[in-house]
């Protein structure tokens, strides 16, 4: 049974620094779509950030890059989201998405559906 959950979420001001962690267990195989998503309050659920397992290969939304960097720690199959420069807008849910398939799917991996399985969700507030 696949579980995932993310944990790190909280409240920060603006310029300031917050790391997301997602554990995904039960699910190991290489080649697979890891996210971040997220949900503002009255928005749709957009993708962050993604990378695909076993092969390190990144991939960010416009609004996000050179802020945010997501990476993966195999040993404790976590996946972590450094968030930087933090602005009011980065306030929102985030998710943690995890079973997309890279190869065998043309889905981009920032479709909602492109996923099997899915966090509660954590809360980042950005506000002075």
């Known amino acids: 049974q696949v579980q995932v959950v993310e944990s790190g979420g909280g409240s920060v001001q603006p310029g300031g620094s917050l790391t997301l962690s997602c554990e995904v267990s039960?699910?190991?195989?290489?080649?697979?779509?890891q996210s971040w998503f997220r949900q503002a309050p009255g928005k749709e659920r957009e993708g962050v950030a993604g990378i695909v397992t076993g092969t390190g290969y990144t991939a960010y939304a416009d609004s996000v890059k050179d802020r945010f960097t997501i990476s993966k720690d195999y040993s404790e199959n976590t996946m972590y989201l450094r968030m930087n420069s933090l602005k009011a807008e980065d306030t929102a849910t985030y998710y943690c998405?995890?079973?997309?398939?890279?190869?065998?799917?043309?889905?981009?991996?920032?479709?909602?559906?492109?996923?099997?399985?899915w966090g509660q969700g954590t809360q980042v507030t950005v506000s002075s």
């Open positions: 039960g699910h190991r195989d290489s080649g697979y779509w």
């Open positions: 998405a995890a079973g997309g398939p890279a190869r065998t799917s043309l889905i981009p991996w920032y479709a909602q559906d492109k996923y099997k399985y």
